[in-house]
């Protein structure tokens, strides 16, 4: 069983920029849409025909990004993020009548998030998403209709949901709840509730607690 965890953020929070200590020889980057990277991305560099040492790979396709999840000797893989995975197929859709897309859509963004725990017990898959805030100021995953929101909570899925801030000009990771969010983490695996904004530190914190083998 591989460890999956969340991590939700407004845009422009350090969600993508936190990557930027990641080692791109053992990381496995899926983009839901193509951007450039917010960092100097010496390493990184998309998969092509010409270049199968890539590490990058652009879709937003749940049986594909299932597939790469599977395929990949990378122990860390990165989905950014998984909203898009949702909502590009909703506006690819929008022509068609009725609410059975919305189950189809679901399940399809509900498949990723499965496999994403049912990897090899070495690998960390971290999925990168954008946050929703409800009218009584409640913080949460962002998703497309009700059917994962309702029948299956996002965060009840993961033991490890991290938020991305910026507090006085520092971007910071949130790893407990401050009573208006999801935000969550195994007991005494962070010492403190924000830790400064940089996913391969966070990584590696995980990989100590819970004694993994590279």
């Known amino acids: 069983m591989s460890i999956s965890a969340l991590i939700l953020g407004d845009p422009g929070s350090g969600k993508s920029t936190s990557l930027r200590n990641l080692d791109p020889a053992h990381t496995l980057l899926i983009q839901t849409i193509r951007k450039p990277l917010p960092f100097p991305s010496k390493g990184w560099s998309e998969f092509s025909k010409d270049n199968p040492k890539g590490n990058i790979f652009v879709t937003d396709q749940a049986h594909e990004i299932i597939r790469l999840m ?37 399940r399809n963004a509900w498949d990723v998030l499965m496999a994403s725990s049912s990897l090899a017990p070495n690998v960390r898959v971290y999925l990168l998403g954008h946050v929703d805030t409800d009218e ?21 899925m993961f033991s490890i949901v991290m938020r991305t801030s910026v507090f006085n000009g520092n971007y910071l990771f949130h790893t407990q709840s401050n009573g208006s969010d999801t935000c969550k983490t195994p007991m005494q695996m962070f010492a403190d509730e924000m830790m400064p904004n940089d996913l391969a530190e966070i990584d590696k914190i995980i990989f100590s607690y819970y004694g993994l083998v590279a």
């Open 70 to 106: 599977k395929k990949t000797k990378r122990e860390i893989i990165i989905l950014d993020d998984w909203n898009l995975l949702m909502t590009n197929e909703f506006f690819r859709r929008s022509a068609e009548a009725g609410f059975s897309k919305f189950s189809e859509i679901g």
């Open 136 to 156: 009584t100021g409640h913080i949460k995953a962002k998703t497309i209709g009700k059917l994962i929101s309702e029948k299956c909570p996002v965060e009840s």
